[in-house]
């Protein structure tokens, strides 16, 4: 099991997530997290760039949405419901990632399709 360190220690646009005593960036957990669904890391990358907290600990927000949150930028306004209802806080790392993969689960990719022209290039096989 994967705990982030508290309190969130800021490396540059990462954060350190502490592992069986070896430290992991978000990039590194992200990527290993969906490393099944290689695609998922990569609108990580573009959405987010990786990054789920400020460098003050707060969560990322989008900048044309301020209702999107987080590494996967789940909008608030669309999803925050769903997520209680599964138990789900979109506002943790572990919380967004694992939305994310229930929301691609059920639609694919469609809800990251405004950033595609960076992470759909290469991936015209996946869903």
Known sequence: ?????????????????????????????VTEYYENVPVMAEIARCESQFRHYDSDGDI?????NNLDVGVMQINEYYHIDTADRLNIDLHTLDGNLEYALSLYNREGTQPWSASKKCWGGNLLALK
Request: charged share 20%.
């Open 1 to 29: 099991m994967l705990v982030i360190s508290s309190p969130l220690p800021a490396i540059g646009n990462e954060v350190e997530i502490a592992s069986f005593g070896k430290a992991k960036t978000v990039q590194e957990y």
């Open 60 to 64: 990322i927000r989008g900048k044309v």
